[in-house]
């Protein structure tokens, strides 16, 4: 009689994904994922929140954490966001060093990677960007290799990775390098969930989102979103009404644009996401208020779902 296959072991961890801003977190986080759960946008520092997005296949479960990229503290909410990021580090089972090959290194990543060096846990280099040639992923290794002052190959808890989050390029191999690395467990989240975030956490970003791609640079950082009053009006309706906080009249002026040609070019791209997202017709009213130095406002960005320290 023959023996019955041994049955495999079912896999369940939290990876999480850090790096400075514009390296592609959250084009990586989305692709891994299969759906759009991050925010994306070439304007740095996009993503504000730790946004949770959940990998399932036969070999278990992976709870992806896409972090706010790491940047110089200016004010409170600066701060708020590379404590975010840091503080994940060391409470996961396996974190993804995320790093743009087509740039050369920078302050912030070095600052980062001798944080990375007290971390027990697996690192994931990711090299990321390498269709776009990968010029400079040998000084990222290098890096690594500086800060922990031995070779790449005798650092035993880093493992680096060419990648691509916008092809896919290698990114199977890096699904199979994170099972191998998280224990065995049960599943975090139910199998239909692909999102662990807050429904008006998300359709703030979605709406942010379109401003930060319709304004390019002129308002990376002063713009802000939140969800004032969220109401079915029936089955097939409901009314969502969202404050768009910015810090100078001049901003307001910028966000609304033209006759209001802005604000109606946010409303309908961002209507039609939120639709699918939440699956009834939406009325999507946006108004613009200032809010002076908001970002060093602890009760605005408690708000927000920040906490101001």
Not at 52 to 63: A, K, L, S, T
Not at 82 to 104: A, G, R
Not at 274 to 284: D, M, Q, Y
């Amino acid at each position: 009689m023959s023996e019955a296959p041994e049955k495999k072991s079912f896999r369940s961890g939290m990876v999480s994904i850090v790096g400075r801003p514009n390296v592609g977190k959250s084009t990586l986080l989305n692709l891994l994922v299969g759906e759009k759960v991050a925010i994306v946008s070439k304007v740095p520092q996009t993503t504000r929140n730790k946004v949770r997005g959940i990998y399932r296949d036969e070999r278990g479960q992976i709870v992806f954490i896409d972090t706010p990229g790491l940047v110089p503290g200016r004010d409170k909410l600066d701060h708020f966001l590379k404590k975010s990021s840091l503080e994940t580090m060391h409470d996961v089972d396996c974190v993804i060093h995320l790093v743009d090959t087509s740039e050369p290194v920078g302050p912030e990543e070095e600052e980062l990677v001798r944080r990375l060096r007290t971390v027990k846990g697996p690192v994931l280099l990711g090299l990321n960007k390498i269709d776009l040639k990968g010029k400079f992923t040998h000084e990222y290794i290098e890096l690594w290799e500086k800060v922990k002052g031995k070779p790449a190959t005798e650092i035993g808890n880093l493992m680096p990775i060419i990648l691509s989050g916008k092809t896919g390029v290698n990114t199977d191999d890096l699904l199979s390098l994170l099972f191998e690395r998280i224990p065995e467990g049960e599943a975090l989240y139910p199998d239909d969930m692909v999102v662990d975030v807050p429904q008006k956490m998300m359709i703030s970003d979605l709406i942010r989102e379109k401003f930060l791609n319709i304004l390019r640079q002129e308002l990376p950082h002063s713009i802000a979103v939140f969800i004032e009053h969220m109401e079915p009006r029936s089955d097939k309706l409901t009314h969502i009404k969202a404050l768009v906080m910015v810090e100078k009249e001049s901003q307001k002026m910028i966000v609304i644009g033209k006759d209001g040609k802005v604000l109606k070019k946010v409303g309908t791209q961002a209507r039609r996401e939120i639709e699918e997202l939440i699956g009834t017709k939406v009325f999507l009213e946006i108004y613009v208020k200032v809010e002076k130095n908001w970002r060093d406002n602890d009760s605005v960005l408690f708000d927000l779902g920040y906490y101001g320290e």
